[in-house]
């Protein structure tokens, strides 16, 4: 049977190692987690920020589409005045 630090019962020498890679994943882990914090926040401001500029636009362009369908019915619109008109000019 292998004595020392070979023997199975052991940890092979790596404990050390193992701990150190423990204490630095944990130490990166939580990096991360802060990070992810900042994101976060940035996310939540650039919605506050941009969710009604976008919203403006789309309420721009519904305008804008309303107007076009004004625009090239207007003949029907003035219609009743053109007709007064044509009778009174007869």
Request: glycine share 4%.
């Given at each position: 049977?292998?004595?020392?630090?070979?023997?199975?019962?052991?940890?092979?020498?790596?404990?050390?190692?193992?701990?150190?890679?423990?204490?630095?994943?944990?130490?990166?882990?939580?990096?991360?987690?802060?990070?992810?914090?900042?994101?976060?926040?940035?996310?939540?401001?650039?919605?506050?920020?941009?969710?009604?500029?976008?919203?403006?636009?789309?309420?721009?362009?519904?305008?804008r589409?309303?107007?076009?369908v004004?625009?090239?019915?207007?003949f029907?619109?003035?219609?009743?005045?053109?007709?007064?008109?044509s009778?009174?000019?007869?």
């Open positions: 049977m292998k004595e020392g630090i070979l023997a199975p019962q052991t940890d092979f020498a790596s404990r050390p190692l193992r701990e150190h890679l423990k204490r630095k994943e944990t130490h990166i882990l939580a990096q991360v987690l802060v990070g992810l914090s900042y994101i976060s926040d940035g996310v939540q401001k650039a919605n506050q920020v941009f969710l009604p500029v976008l919203e403006n636009a789309s309420k721009a362009q519904k305008l589409t309303t107007l076009g004004f625009e090239r019915s207007k029907f619109f003035n219609l009743p005045s053109f007709i007064i008109e009778i009174e000019a007869v």
